[in-house]
């Protein structure tokens, strides 16, 4: 009788070892397939709304695909193409002015934020800046290099976009940049720019650039691209239009920059 006891407990435990391994590996295949199904997506975000150069804007706007639009503040058209872009279904940021390493003031324009002011000065010009970008979910930075690798100057920026529940993309204009740390201590949802799609001005570049961010949409789940309007506008316009039948060949799913930042930080609320 013992013997037999003894054998019927090894069975058990075997049969349980069995149905674990089962387990395991069927949570494996399933994961593996959940991972398989899931579709790479890409944001397109186009700097430089706002001004007076309106290079590429009408193409844009136009576009059938989620383009996610950053509009500089206190420019001639930043409400106007802030409401435009809202009304028709893409995605708007503002697009903040910064001090770089390098460069000229006057490439900043309005409603920059620079290394000698303070906390409160920072707030205010911040705060400022949004009223004039009407129906922003975000910010990046426009250049901005010498802000962006001080995080107690980020700090001030990212304490008002938490209080209005706003999301940050760092356009990464800098190695040293902190702005991911800084968002990430402070729970803010945020995510990096993978590709400049435009910094030569050519079709063929653009579409290279769009190229590589297509590996890195398969290679990580997703990819934040950036390009501009203004001078060459145009051509950036046109060389995405183009490309847009590729990148849904491709199996990449177009989304608007908050579609990234909730799949990077698992915020729904954005």
Not at 13 to 23: F, R
Not at 44 to 69: N, S, Y
Not at 158 to 168: D, I, K, M, P, S
Request: net charge positive.
């Amino acid at each position: 009788m013992k013997h037999l006891r003894t054998a019927a407990g090894i069975l058990l435990v075997c049969l349980m070892l069995g149905l674990g391994y089962w387990g395991l590996q069927k949570n494996i295949f399933t994961s593996k397939a959940a991972i398989e199904k899931t579709q790479p997506v890409m944001a397109i975000v186009i700097d430089d709304f706002g001004g007076a150069d309106t290079h590429g804007v009408k193409e844009f706007m136009a576009m059938d695909i989620p383009i996610t639009m950053a509009v500089m503040p206190n420019l001639s058209h930043s409400v106007e193409q802030s409401r435009e872009a809202h009304q028709r279904g893409h995605e708007v940021i503002l697009h903040q002015p910064m001090e770089p390493v390098k460069g000229k003031a006057s490439w900043l324009g309005p409603g920059a934020i620079v290394s000698n002011m303070s906390d409160k000065e920072i707030k205010a010009t911040f705060t400022k800046n949004l009223q004039t970008v009407p129906y922003a979910k975000g910010f990046n930075n426009h250049t901005g290099s010498r802000i962006t690798s001080n995080k107690e100057k980020i700090i001030p920026m990212l304490e008002v976009a938490q209080n209005r529940g706003l999301y940050v993309l760092d356009s990464l204009t800098s190695v040293n940049s902190q702005v991911i740390p800084a968002a990430k201590s402070m729970n803010i949802p945020c995510v990096k720019r993978d590709i400049f799609l435009d910094d030569v001005k050519s079709k063929d570049h653009i579409q290279k650039q769009l190229s590589k961010a297509c590996k890195v949409a398969k290679k990580q789940g997703f990819a934040v691209v950036i390009g501009h309007v203004g001078q060459g506008g145009n051509i950036t316009a046109e060389a995405i239009k183009e490309a847009i039948p590729s990148i849904q060949k491709e199996g990449i799913k177009l989304v608007p920059l908050s579609e990234i930042v909730k799949l990077n930080t698992g915020n729904e609320k954005i």
